[in-house]
């Protein structure tokens, strides 16, 4: 068990990045960001900050205008994991198809691919439910699916663009939970989206709060709270003084530009 | 699939009561209404023709025709099967242009933007002024009337197929560049699959289209009398005042039509009741 997260050496490191689209709009601007190996990082920010768009630089599916992605260790195609904000499933497959997905595109047959699935299909809760259609599954159920597909290639980084906006909260309490479990088993990288204060400090050790307009990094709070942290994490005074301290800072990064936290997606 | 009957030991108020019978006398209605009408009409048709003494030769009885339909069975069955052979050949190439030039067109948007116009001409120019053309050019009477069910049937597979293809979840796309699959993976893994349920409306509207395409095809050539369809049997009787058979032709060509209608629903619903929303009954 790791109890010292984040201290790994650099996994890779965003330098200088800007990304403006040909509509004028800079969505990011001068950003430079170190992602140690074994880090949990949050990227808390308003809509409209680039959040996503840094988290789509990272997993390669877009180039940025200037500046450079830059990974330390060589590494191929399959070391990145990606959870989109909708479950995303392929609604004609069950369960056990959908996460055999990307290692059927990269050629492994259902057989070979067979005991890591059923191994990801327990550590997600979902050991007997490999037949189930996604229609048939809860919203939680089918995140978990998507949790158990981004995490089937076994990534060094996993990238998470707010996996859990549309869930319940009590939902969302036990896959946070269940994460993190997930994290320290499986000693991957996250890269964490998200809007929410208390999401991003009870996850992660590093929150990198971001300003809108154009998107760039506002400043980096350390969450210095040892793991594991389970459910008495959540209603101890040391995690709601850290959620005061990270909410006061993204207070700050908001005003810079009145307006921006409230455009309505 | 929803319960109709209530279940034993569950006390019902009376909202739900009258709920649940809405729902009884619903799902009895929707058969027995169109057939108690139907039989109605039958009934007054026949009772129009005796009340009115109407000549056979002008409206015959429904017996009449029933009895026609008997007797020249083997004339009539024959030219069904004789038009079934060019609908089912027309459809079955339909299917395969249709979803061939989506898939083209799919791979490439130039390649869509250059052909698509050329598909909506097809499809708007009336088939009775092209067919004119077709007989001109073509000497083969199969190939005649497939071509001609062919242009009228593949136009709803093709553009319900493009629109499917092109209906995918960007973020699936993504997934599937991420993890480094090829064209041919997206296609085969994301789009097709994805453009199923808009391929099968476009062939249940194409079944239908394809047995018109191949009657009218008839018509204009069984104007020249080289045809041994429906259509020509329809002619034929026409000509000699035989108006029993040619309402006994006709019922072929509507039961027929019907049937294809069911069997490509049955066929579609086969395919999505486990996975779309369109085969889902509807729950509460």
Known sequence: ?265 | MTAIEARPGIVLDAEERRRLRGARAERIGRWVLPVAIMILAIGLWDRICVWNEIPQYILPRPGVVLQTLWKDAVLLFGSLMVTLRITFLGLALAVAGGVGLAVLFTQSKWVEMSLFPFAIVLQVTPIVAIFPLINIYVDNQTAKLLLCSWIVAFFPILSNTTLGLNSVDRNLIDLFKLNGATRWQQLWHLRLPAAMPYFLGGLKIAGGLSLIGAVVAEFVAGAGGQSSGLASRIIEAGYRLNAPRLFAALFLISVTGIVIFLVLTLVSHLILRRWHESALRQER
Request: with cysteine; charged share 25%; aromatic share 8%.
């Open chain 1, 1 to 265: 068990m790791v109890d010292d997260p984040g201290s790994g050496a650099p996994l890779l490191s965003l330098r200088s990045v800007g990304k403006t689209f040909s509509n004028g709009v800079a969505a990011l601007d001068d950003v430079s960001l170190t992602i140690g190996e074994g880090d949990f990082i949050s990227l808390l920010g308003p809509s409209g900050c680039g959040k996503s768009t840094a988290l789509r630089l990272i997993a390669g599916l877009s180039s940025p205008t200037i500046g450079t992605v830059e990974w330390h260790k060589q590494l191929g195609s399959d070391c990145v994991g990606f959870v989109f904000q909708e479950p995303t499933l392929l609604p004609w497959a069950n369960v056990f198809d959908n996460i055999w997905l990307p290692l059927r595109l990269k050629g492994m047959s259902r057989r070979q691919a067979e005991p890591a699935i059923r191994d990801l299909l327990d550590r997600v809760r979902l050991s007997g439910f490999d037949k189930a259609m996604p229609r048939e599954l809860s919203g939680g159920m089918k995140m978990r699916v998507s949790i158990a597909r981004g995490l089937v290639t076994r990534p060094r980084l996993l990238l998470m663009d707010e996996p859990f906006a549309a869930l319940d909260e009590i939902t969302r309490f036990r896959l946070n939970t269940d994460l993190l479990e997930l994290w320290r088993e499986e000693r991957f990288t996250v890269v964490f989206v998200t809007h929410s204060v208390f999401e991003s400090v009870f996850l992660s050790n590093r929150v990198v709060v971001m300003a809108a307009r154009p998107g760039r990094v506002f400043r980096e709070l350390d969450v210095a709270a040892p793991y594991p942290r389970g459910e008495p994490f959540r209603t101890s005074p040391e995690y709601a003084a850290l959620c005061r301290e990270t909410s006061d800072v993204l207070g700050e990064a908001i005003h810079l530009n009145p307006g921006a936290g409230d455009d309505g997606h």
